[in-house]
């Protein structure tokens, strides 16, 4: 079956410092992997995504996130957290049906403190 | 319209009663998808449109969980004699074709069951 999953429930980092929101995945051949961002009271952004290529993918806001094959991750990563980063993130796969569904991760607040 | 409509934005409603959550998609978006995001959970899919069809309703909980979507437009999710454990953040994302990425999320019902 294929799954997401997002070890840490938050993660609180200084604001300056690099942040780094992990996301595993158990998919059977190439994934297509996805970052999203929830803020209070708001739907989901879409950050960015990995479809194939360059194992470094830059999107929204700063973020990046390496798609690392052998260990089956997609951690997010930023090098420079702002307050304004704290949210709930969310790390989905595209379901192996033709239909484009996404399984979602269970989500990690990311709090960064001044 | 620019973005993904949904109403009500909440809602309360006692136990037993029926409600109708409403998804107004981006114009020209051919697949519409409802996912719920229930307190300390991932989201969970529940049904995909492409067109006025669904072709995917394996995430619907229950028969108490019905949905359309009418003009390859507006959709409407129906609950029947609500239960506490539907008490949720509903949300609808529009796609323009049915892929996976290129979600628009709405803002989603936060619906509450009394």
């Known amino acids: 079956a294929q799954s997401v999953a997002q070890p840490e429930d938050q993660v609180n980092v200084a604001e300056g410092n690099p942040l780094t929101v992990k996301c595993t995945y158990s998919?059977?051949?190439?994934?297509?992997l996805f970052w999203y961002v929830q803020y209070p009271n708001r739907g989901l952004q879409f950050l960015l995504k990995?479809?194939?290529?360059?194992?470094l993918v830059k999107g929204s806001y700063g973020f990046e996130a390496e798609f690392n094959k052998s260990q089956t991750s997609f951690h997010l990563k930023k090098p420079s957290a702002l307050v304004s980063d704290s949210a709930l993130y969310f790390c989905?796969?595209?379901?192996?049906?033709?239909?484009?569904?996404?399984?979602f991760g269970q989500g990690t607040t990311l709090q960064v403190k001044p | 319209g620019a973005g993904v409509s949904q109403s009500p934005s909440n809602k309360v409603t006692e136990k037993g009663k029926d409600v109708e959550l409403r998804c107004d998609p981006i114009?020209?978006?051919?697949?519409l998808y409802w996912y719920r995001q229930s307190l300390g959970q991932g989201l969970e899919f529940l049904i995909y449109?492409?067109?006025?069809?669904?072709?995917?309703k394996s995430g619907l909980p229950s028969d108490r969980f019905s949905a359309e979507r009418t003009g390859g437009s507006v959709s409407t999710l129906t609950i029947q004699r609500t239960q506490q454990e539907d008490s949720a953040v509903y949300l609808c994302?529009?796609?323009?074709?049915?892929?996976?990425?290129?979600?628009?999320f709405g803002s989603g019902t936060r619906l509450t069951v009394v």
């Open positions: 114009s020209g978006h051919t697949a």
């Open positions: 989905a796969v595209r379901d192996k049906s033709n239909t484009g569904k996404l399984i």
């Open positions: 998919v059977s051949g190439n994934p297509y």
């Open positions: 449109f492409q067109g006025n069809s669904a072709p995917d």
């Open positions: 990995y479809i194939t290529g360059d194992n």
């Open positions: 994302a529009s796609s323009l074709t049915g892929t996976g990425y290129g979600y628009t």
